[in-house]
């Protein structure tokens, strides 16, 4: 089992290499991207320095913070160029990350809180009309509560490894993120994290090793397939997965009356949350190609 496995990684790490070898020379005046190129519409391609492009698309998943558990039901993007220039330190083996240039970098989509402002959830085996008479009560427009995920770094923060990616083994994404909570009575500066308390993720296809009381959990490289005579790079229903971070309190939740609201949001959450009582299961379909083939296609097409 074990050499099958490690015969899996090789080939994995060796196709990806394949995808992401430079073909060509730039062609003559500029122009715009056609077929799936056209993913890589906002990468820094022509920026010194970018060598590779990337567009992750988060389709699936779920995040459990303390004692909430929201289905990512709305896809997000993760999108921009990164240098294969591996950093140094305690960051070796990882590349820096470069933003988009439309200036988003990681795409914001409300997702549904479950049971809203008052965490009322019926039962998982309630029948389905009491499920929905529980979502029209706990989770309108003025009870629903919505929970957005975002950066709170700059994209420069963002680290990425491209060998542990495709092996399964080792943090592949690096991601400082915060959650941002929306609902009328929470204003709009109610977040979990901030710049300088980042909730941190640490990204992996392979298997976590959190503390107690969360289990390992196994992520998956995905099913990889190639596009543009191999110029471009899928892989699909590839699961990125971190239950090791911890989240610090809620604040700025209700405005002039936050000393009164972030408790009550803290309690009902589990705010702080230790590592160990946290999870973040991201499935994607990343593209990636050479900061090389994106820019020769577009010059290619006048």
């Not at 990806?16 to 020379?25: E, F, M, N, R």
């Not at 479950?114 to 003025?142: C, D, H, Q, R, T």
């Not at 640490?202 to 107690?212: A, D, H, I, N, Q």
């Amino acid at each position: 089992m074990r050499m099958n496995r490690n015969k899996t990684r090789v080939l994995l790490t060796a196709l990806l290499a394949v995808a992401l070898a430079s073909l060509g020379l730039a062609g003559s005046a500029s122009a715009k991207l056609t077929g799936e190129f056209t993913k890589f519409e906002f990468c820094p391609y022509k920026t010194a320095g970018v060598d590779r492009c990337i567009n992750s698309l988060t389709t699936g998943g779920e995040v459990i913070l303390g004692t909430k558990k929201v289905t990512l039901e709305k896809p997000v993007t993760l999108q921009g160029g990164y240098t294969t220039q591996a950093a140094e330190g305690p960051e070796a083996g990882f590349a820096k990350f470069v933003a988009a240039t439309n200036g988003i970098t990681l795409s914001k989509a409300a997702q549904n809180v479950p049971g809203g402002l008052l965490g009322i959830v019926p039962p998982e085996k309630s029948p389905a009309l009491v499920k929905a008479l529980s979502a029209f009560f706990f989770e309108n427009a003025l009870t629903g509560v919505n929970s957005t995920l975002e950066l709170a770094k700059p994209a420069s923060e963002i680290r990425i490894s491209e060998n542990h990616l495709a092996e399964a083994e080792g943090v592949a994404l690096k991601l400082p993120v915060m959650l941002h909570l929306e609902n009328p009575f929470l204003g709009k500066s109610c977040f979990v994290g901030s710049s300088s308390s980042p909730i941190k993720w640490e990204l992996t296809t392979g298997v976590t090793s959190p503390p107690k009381p969360n289990e390992p959990i196994t992520g998956t490289t995905g099913e990889v397939e190639f596009f543009e005579g191999a110029r471009i790079l899928k892989l699909k229903n590839a699961e990125l997965v971190d239950n090791a971070w911890s989240a610090p309190s809620a604040s700025g939740c209700g405005g002039i009356l936050a000393f009164l609201v972030n408790p009550i949001i803290n309690a009902q959450i589990g705010l702080p949350s230790p590592a160990g009582k946290n999870t973040a299961r991201l499935i994607n379909t990343i593209y990636e190609a050479t900061a090389f083939a994106v820019n020769k296609n577009n010059e290619e097409h006048p």
